[in-house]
């Protein structure tokens, strides 16, 4: 009889980093002169990370989430991304409006979705839209802009008592509107600046009247297309009313942009002017700059290609910019939201983002007395502070990402910091190499780092590592397969299971006739989070073609399937 503990074939998804059969990446360089061993970064389930609201990504789509077969596999993929906070709604948030759909209706399987987000851990922020269906059915027009009159303001907050009261208790956060100051033409989401400070003014009490522990989020709008709505908010009595400003402020913003100008650059003082109008008019909760959007050329499932803005050339080149701007908006102080749904067909972007939800979750700003010394140009840096005392050093070159940057050698000087271990993390490759560093007057030098156009993280562990483990072990409430990662893949395939007990099981892959090629799990299996990798060959240690391949897990009372792309 086998038996597969979590430290043989299985791999228990703990947050460790583990030995890899093979090194992640041979060809990319972290250090010059290091060759001590690298180690694949395991990344974390959304269960298995400490809270932290600023780590998110959205859940919706224009037509809306009524009809969801796949809400299981919507779900698997952002857990296993590690996000800790969806911003969601069940009706469409954009035109065109599906108008025979009842806008008070709900379905069982987006309840499902949203009691799955919360069994791991996410924190659910509802997104409120409002097209009044049933007038519409009655004939009446929608005005635009909207909510001029008293009664288009109480039909909208009798549907916000309705959804308060559905979700209470379930969502945390209540977004009212999204993007109301998009006004072009006759868009239906329209609303003016002072119309809604006087919408949010009556709204607000009614949401806390329902749900007296729900915070309030201000809708987002397109800061470079329109910052002064936002700023005319802020400016507002009704500012101290909220628990979240929030905003959309990267749309394929690139470097030097044609259609953006310098507004790549200029984002962070943005940032900055946001966070102190706001202060000056008595807020004090949470940033959120959500909606960060790269994406590649030939992707039509985010953006039409007849766009006037351009777009990173391929999907590891956008992988890059999102590396920079999530540790740029944590390192202000400012949560992140990517944009929802397109990730896991972007191998390079999910994966990056992923590894950068597990490394940065919990991390607060801190600021690093650091001496640069390079010949690279334009170098972009964030300290962070992490619960355990460790710290975080987040470096890059902020110019045009291409796709191989063998990067610049630098010399970095912390003064008066010291450190039992200094490990290097490259997110874009998914691995750690300890860094060799030297002591000199009492300040810590790393020589030679390959600063590169996507970041690079340095974290300094104040204890050595051991192999004791608590005895407290998460286990998971229910079997799980996942979809592999990457999709499409080459050579190597991450699948991750899960198992709320000791059991036999089997993780067997077959090709598309049903033939068996690998069999990956046959045998009793402890409980826990597993992950294991599919190197792409057969049971005869032969590599197999291009095609579709279903790996399929059985154990008791539960069975499932998913299908996997190997392109070579």
Request: glycine share 6%; proline share 7%.
């Amino acid at each position: 009889m086998k038996y597969y503990s979590q430290l043989a074939v299985i791999v228990a998804i703990t947050g460790l980093l583990h030995p890899l059969n093979a090194q992640p990446a041979p060809d990319v360089i972290l250090q010059e002169g290091n060759s001590l061993p690298r180690l694949q970064l395991l990344t974390k389930q959304s269960s298995q990370l400490a809270a932290d609201t600023r780590i998110g990504t959205g859940a919706y789509c224009p037509y809306g989430m009524w009809n969801i077969p796949d809400w299981e596999d919507i779900l698997g993929d952002l857990t296993n991304l590690g996000v800790k906070r969806v911003t969601t709604s069940l009706p469409a948030n954009e035109p065109p409006i599906i108008w025979d759909r009842p806008e008070d209706e709900f379905t069982q399987n987006y309840d499902l979705f949203i009691d799955g987000l919360i069994d791991n851990g996410v924190a659910v922020n509802y997104l409120i839209h409002f097209w009044d269906k049933a007038g519409h059915a009655r004939g009446e027009e929608l005005s635009t802009p909207r909510f001029k009159t008293a009664d288009q303001v109480e039909d909208f907050l009798d549907y916000v008592r309705l959804i308060v009261s559905h979700y209470k208790g379930r969502a945390e956060y209540y977004t009212i509107w999204s993007e109301p100051d998009n006004c072009l033409g006759d868009q239906i989401k329209c609303i003016e600046p002072n119309d809604y400070i006087n919408l949010a003014r009556e709204t607000i009490p009614v949401i806390r009247e329902v749900d007296s522990l729900a915070k309030v989020a201000l809708a987002p709008n397109v800061i470079y297309f329109d910052r002064e709505y936002l700023f005319t908010v802020l400016r507002s009595d009704v500012i101290t009313m909220f628990d979240v400003i929030q905003w959309h402020g990267i749309y394929d913003v690139l470097p030097n942009s044609e259609f953006y100008g310098n507004y790549y650059y200029e984002y962070p003082a943005l940032i900055e002017e946001i966070i102190q109008i706001a202060s000056d008019h008595g807020f004090h909760g949470e940033y959120w700059g959500t909606e960060l959007t790269w994406c590649p050329e030939g992707y039509l499932d985010c953006h039409p290609p007849d766009q006037p803005w351009g777009q990173p050339k391929t999907d590891k080149q956008a992988a890059k910019y999102y590396s920079r701007a999530i540790p740029m908006q944590l390192g202000m102080d400012v949560g992140v939201g990517t944009k929802p749904f397109e990730l896991p067909n972007k191998p390079w972007t999910y994966s990056t983002i992923q590894n950068l939800f597990t490394l940065m979750v919990g991390t607060i700003p801190a600021s690093l007395t650091v001496n640069i010394e390079s010949e690279a140009t334009n170098i972009m840096s964030y300290g962070f502070t992490l619960p355990n005392g460790d710290r975080l050093f987040a470096l890059w070159t902020n110019g045009e990402a291409v796709d191989d940057d063998p990067g610049v050698s630098t010399t970095l000087t912390f003064t008066g910091l010291s450190a039992q271990k200094v490990v290097g993390i490259d997110v874009l490759n998914g691995f750690e190499q300890q860094l060799i560093t030297s002591d000199e007057d009492s300040n810590l030098v790393i020589n030679g780092l390959l600063v590169k156009d996507y970041a690079i993280i340095v974290r300094f562990s104040s204890e050595i590592e051991t192999s004791v483990q608590s005895d407290v072990v998460e286990i998971p409430t229910k079997y799980s397969l996942y979809q592999n990662f990457p999709n499409p893949f080459n050579p190597t395939a991450a699948i991750r299971f899960d198992l709320p007990q000791a059991a036999h099981m089997n993780l067997v892959v077959y090709d598309i006739l049903g033939r068996e090629v690998a069999r990956l799990v046959d045998g009793y299996v402890e409980p826990g989070y597993h992950q294991l990798l599919w190197d792409g060959r057969n049971v005869g240690g032969r590599q197999v073609p291009s095609g579709i391949y279903i790996a399929r897990m059985v154990a008791p009372e539960y069975s499932k399937s998913i299908k996997m792309l190997l392109l070579r």
